[in-house]
T-cell receptor, first 114, second 112 residues
Framework: NAGVMQNPRHLVRRRGQEARLRCSPMKGHSHVYWYRQLPEEGLKFMVYLQKENIIDESGMPKERFSAEFPKEGPSILRIQQVVRGDSAAYFCASSPSREVEGYTFGSGTRLTVV | RKEVEQDPGPFNVPEGATVAFNCTYSNSASQSFFWYRQDCRKEPKLLMS???SGNEDGRFTAQLNRASQYISLLIRDSKLSDSATYLC?????????????FGTGTQLKVEL
């Protein structure tokens, strides 16, 4: 049973380009969470999604960032018009339900904006 | 004030030492508590949940004091492989939400 799969592992984008980060949850998991870790900082919650629904996006920046978790396929975190400050590690986690404690993280995508 | 506060360290200890980490949280609505471990540039991994009665997993003991909003982790007989950053984490279920709030972590270096 594969864990949470994220790709790409590393992503380099020039300022102004778009970044698409993908997260495939563990088999049977319908809840997905995105977190961001800026250099030398702790992980910060971004968004919580279930299939086809955004449940909590209180941690998402107001502009340029969006997330989806379609009925089929991985969850996508999309960052438009990237800036240097978007450089960070983006981690995804999944769980089979909301009540499960301590969910499992994927290995992350390291975004570098040049 | 940060929602979860930890001493960043680093804690440099010799192999075999006992080391304790502390953490405080500000939101009294926090419902679940955890310690995660993060190795350099890797994903955080759940080390253990923390309960008010205290819980132990091998060399690791975690304790929660809800009245003081204080969480601790004790590592006995430290191994070189324990070197990592230890993250104090609280969970809040609000409405439909399910959010983990992380401390910035305490770095542990176990040395020969």
């Amino acid at each position: 049973n594969a864990g949470v799969m994220q790709n790409p592992r590393h992503l380099v984008r020039r300022r102004g380009q778009e970044a698409r980060l993908r997260c495939s949850p563990m088999k049977g998991h319908s809840h997905v969470y995105w977190y961001r870790q800026l250099p030398e900082e702790g992980l910060k919650f971004m968004v919580y999604l279930q299939k086809e629904n955004i449940i909590d996006e209180s941690g998402m920046p107001k502009e340029r960032f969006s997330a989806e978790f379609p009925k089929e396929g991985p969850s996508i975190l999309r960052i438009q018009q990237v800036v240097r400050g978007d450089s960070a590690a983006y981690f995804c986690a999944s769980s089979p339900s909301r009540e499960v404690e301590g969910y499992t993280f994927g290995s992350g995508t390291r975004l570098t904006v040049v | 004030r940060k929602e979860v506060e930890q001493d960043p360290g680093p804690f440099n200890v010799p192999e075999g030492a006992t080391v304790a980490f502390n953490c405080t949280y500000s939101n009294s609505a926090s419902q679940s508590f955890f310690w995660y471990r993060q190795d350099c540039r890797k994903e955080p991994k759940l080390l253990m949940s923390v309960y008010s009665s205290g819980n132990e997993d091998g060399r690791f003991t975690a304790q929660l004091n809800r009245a003081s909003q204080y969480i601790s982790l004790l590592i006995r007989d430290s191994k070189l492989s324990d070197s990592a950053t230890y993250l104090c984490v609280v969970r809040i279920l609000t409405g439909g939400g399910n959010k983990l709030t992380f401390g910035t972590g305490t770095q542990l270096k176990v040395e020969l």
